[in-house]
């Protein structure tokens, strides 16, 4: 029996047993394709649903179907999906074992919310609510020893630190526990050693691992897992609430051997509404290597990758994304894996990583891009606190060489945790990036000096879209490709250039999402593939459009410079889009061109037969930008006419129909001629005194009849009495009434008994 996991392996040729890791069998697939001498392979936890665990059943599903029929397959899961499961495998059979588990009691206790210092009401912090719930199983005989599931080391490090505070478990030995801890405190953790222990862990004791003495769960409900984003191109961090079968996985850990309970921080509702099984991880994480072991395995084209028979399938938007990487490394093209790509296998690494260690033995920096990747593929080496200024030099061209000295500092400490912080350094972070160091180059140590430009190429061959220009010379932001931008790290090489190149681009929540650029290196403008161009920039202090020549890297502008002003035929749009923003005003665009918007929408919705032209926003800009041609101010438009221009919209005999069937002015039929206002959804209306409008019997209409005018009936005080499309109705039933009204308050006006009609 033996083992193989990251940095260790313990088998040999008499080996029956082999326990590995996902991605060692996902290595192994790649450099023994037929899995010579292998008999069987076993998939645990399958409910788990991890990318490489798909992406190699898959495989050796395929294996079992070709060249290895006698290949025996068996997927293992307490709490599996099934029905997906027998969709997938319909020629497989179900075995059920039924182990030994004692009853485990559940109980929900939601968070009660609290108001805080602003006055704000929110839910306690989770560390805080775990507290409690441990406080409640404490000194309880049938408690035992009591297991905390929390979403990270974070969440982790609060809780103990408030645990370790409370005189109710002076008692309990306070144990950490998760991936980042070395193995010797992990074991600590694990092994029972006759005290009672609270045991604060994230996920890594949801499955398999049984902890001797755990009776009590207390269980926050989240899990902290990446998520890529393939719009951004980013990778985060979010806690999400775990599903059902996760939840029943972790009360399992208290009836491991004997009864015990479990306390649930969310409401027995909330359960019920979550998802069943956790999420594929091929739906949230980033594909690349995937997708390069995919063309090691057979794969030709994109179209292979997409007939692959995945458990679950990727998305399009991630599937394009992860092939157009590889295109842009070099490890794929028309024809499938290239030579580079093959070259790319041979390291254990993301292919944006792997391209680094290739370029370099390419350009001769080999161990410079070891110490860059040792660096990247993990956790940062600086604590939250920063590395300490010694570690940094002002010459420095890459945040790498103060990351490399602190690995070193921390070598010479022994790797020590209360030393290495003393440095603002992360022992065993530093202690794993010597050990992938050491696999990946045998030869030398980085030089940084020596190999600075080849290592620049290495990386901007390696991660082209992470380039950045600052906003300013005293900024502390920059803008990258993909019209992205973001903060630079303090104490960054970065905040002080103007162009480099961002190897670590993360998101961090928090009040606001923040995109925080770190791990910067420093790059000359003569290393980048630039294409120039002039464009037509609006300068808003003087009013007037530019040109400029630019200089780009990719979408991504690195330097320009004004070269006077711009073309006409270039600034008449720009100048018309700033009249249509609302940044300039056209002193000819008054109520008289409004006017005849509102004629035109009228009679063309009353006489379609006149196919008049329609006018929105598409045909507003396009008038604007005729008015603005041959300009390059706004100096120059200002007070230009604008009724010219709309003129010629019309044909003549369509100017004239616009004149007669939507006029300006109504002669009544009292003789009196009234000025028509058309109104923004084209309604014609006008305004009279009641006394006015003696003598008009019936609504006006417009439009050969079609349209009527809205009339506004208008008190002495010239104040609207009531508004109508129907004068017939008021003279029977309005005007009886607003004489009664106003008749006493208005004596001088005449209010007849019986308005008069046409025929008075």
Known sequence: MGYAVRFDARYGERTRILYLTDGILERRLTDDPLLEGVGAVVFDEVHERRLASDLCLARVLQLQQGARRDLGVLLMSATPDLDKWQRYLPQARVLRAEGRLYPVSVRYRPPVPQRDARGSVAPPPVWEQCAAAVRELAGQAESGDILVFLPGVYEIRRTAELLERLPALRDYEICPLHGQLPPEAQARAVEARGVPRIIVSTNIAETSLTIEGVRSVVDSGTVREARWDPLRGLSTLHVVPIAQAQAEQRAGRAGRLAPGQCIRLWREAEQRRRAPFPEPEVRRADLSQAFLHLLSWGCHSLADIRAFPWPEPPTEAETARAWQLLLELGAADAQGLTALGRQMLRYPLPPVLARLLAEGEASGCAAEAAAVAALLQGEEV???????????????????????????????????????????????????????????????????????????????????????????????????????????????????????????????????????????????????????????????????????????????????????????????????????????????????????????????????????????????????????????????????????????????????????????????????????????????????????????????????????????????????????????????????????????????????????????
């Open 382 to 760: 600086a604590l939250n606190t920063g590395l300490h200024e010694s570690l940094r030099r002002e010459e420095d061209w890459t945040d790498f060489q103060a990351e490399w000295r602190a690995v070193a500092a921390a070598e010479a400490l022994h790797f020590e945790g209360a030393a290495c912080s003393r440095l603002g350094v992360m022992g065993r972070a530093a202690r794993e990036v010597r050990q992938v160091f050491r696999r990946l180059c045998r030869t030398s140590e980085p030089d940084w000096e020596s190999y600075r430009e080849p290592l620049q190429r290495a990386l901007l061959g390696s991660f082209p879209d992470a380039v950045a220009v600052r906003h300013s010379a005293t900024s502390a932001t920059a803008r990258l490709t993909g019209k992205r931008s973001g903060s630079i790290a303090a104490d960054s090489v970065a905040r002080r250039a103007e162009l480099f190149l961002a190897a670590d681009i993360t998101e961090i929540g928090g009040r606001t999402v923040e995109t925080r650029l770190s791990r910067c290196t420093l790059l000359p403008a003569e290393l980048l593939p630039l294409r120039e161009d002039d464009v037509a920039v609006y300068d808003p202090a003087r009013r007037r459009v530019l040109n400029h020549h630019r200089s780009l890297y990719r979408d991504l502008v690195v330097s320009e410079r004004e070269t006077g002003d711009a073309a006409p035929e270039e600034a008449a749009p720009l100048l018309a889009e700033q009249v249509l923003r609302g940044q300039l005003r056209l002193e000819g665009w008054d109520g008289h061109v409004l006017q005849w918007i509102h004629r035109l929408r009228c009679l063309r919705e009353a006489m379609p037969e006149l196919e008049l032209p329609p006018f929105g926003e598409e045909e507003r800009l396009l008038a604007i930008t005729l008015l603005c041609e041959g300009a390059v101010s706004y100096k120059e438009i200002a007070a230009r006419p604008v009724l010219p221009v709309l003129a010629e919209w019309l044909s003549d005999w369509q100017r004239r129909c616009l004149d007669r069937y939507a006029p300006r002015t109504l002669r009544l039929a009292n003789g009196r001629e009234v000025k028509l206002l058309y109104r923004e959804d084209g309604t014609p209306s006008f305004g009279l005194k009641c006394q006015l409008l003696f003598g008009v019997p019936e609504t006006p209409v417009i439009a050969e009849g079609r349209v009527p005018v809205l009339v506004e009936v208008l008190a002495p005080n010239q104040r609207p009495y009531q508004v109508t499309r129907d004068l017939p109705s008021f003279w029977r039933t309005g005007y009886p009434q607003m004489k009664k009204d106003l008749a006493g308050r208005y004596p001088r006006h005449d209010w007849p008994e019986r308005a008069p009609d046409a025929r008075d």
